[in-house]
């Protein structure tokens, strides 16, 4: 997830001064978190962690027998990370562009249209995708078409809700620098035959 979460330190850097074109981020504050796991608390509050990932300062855990389907679709992980003792971001990792609209939708849904942003190049890869910048929560859902493979479904979807005051810290810490010089960790493309979560052994 290593230039993953440096995007998304970088957008909530930016203040983007573009509006929600409807709805409102209020939601987004109100609920600072997912299924009733608030950001910002403390790892020592949780009993059904498993660890995965140390990355970038951030230790990532994964919660024991938590059910995948988000909305109308399932996800095939969801990952949440510490920095220094405190949840600072929680992950949803998909594969397919079903599951991507899904996930849209749903987002769009709960919070209003997001800002809009893409970082394709020329050759038509990179990440798009939408940006909710609440008070207190950053939002960011993330598009990856893989064209490796041009007549397959290989693209990925991740949907990162993340604590501002922790992005914050991870910026004063110098964590941009470093996230920028590491990318082995974000999630590989998919096989032609199987889609494979991201950072599966260590993740």
């Not at 981020?25 to 498993?50: C, H, I, M, Y």
């Not at 800002?115 to 050759?123: A, H, I, N, T, V």
């Not at 493979?149 to 110098?174: K, Y």
Request: net charge neutral; aromatic share 6%.
């Amino acid at each position: 997830m290593g230039r993953i979460q440096t995007l998304i330190v970088l957008l909530f850097l930016a203040g983007c001064s573009l509006s929600q074109r409807t709805g409102s981020v209020a939601k987004l504050d109100a609920k600072n978190g997912f299924r009733g796991v608030q950001l910002l608390s403390p790892l020592t509050q949780f009993d059904d962690l498993e660890f995965v990932e140390l990355k970038n300062g951030m230790a990532c855990f994964k919660r024991q027998n938590e059910d995948l389907t988000v909305a109308d679709t399932t996800v095939g992980s969801i990952r949440y990370c510490f920095y220094k003792g405190r949840l600072g971001s929680i992950s949803l990792w998909g594969a397919g562009g079903k599951t991507a609209a899904e996930l849209v939708t749903e987002m769009r849904r709960n919070y209003g249209t997001g800002e809009p942003f893409s970082l394709r190049k020329e050759d038509g890869t990179g990440p798009v995708g939408e940006i909710w910048r609440g008070e207190k929560v950053t939002a960011v859902l993330l598009f990856v078409e893989h064209r490796s493979f041009p007549q397959m479904d290989v693209s990925e979807v991740v949907v990162t809700l993340s604590a501002n005051e922790v992005l914050a810290q991870m910026d004063e810490a110098g964590r941009v620098e470093s996230l920028l010089g590491q990318g082995s960790g974000d999630p590989p493309a998919p096989s032609p035959t199987k889609g494979a979560e991201p950072g599966a052994s260590a993740r």
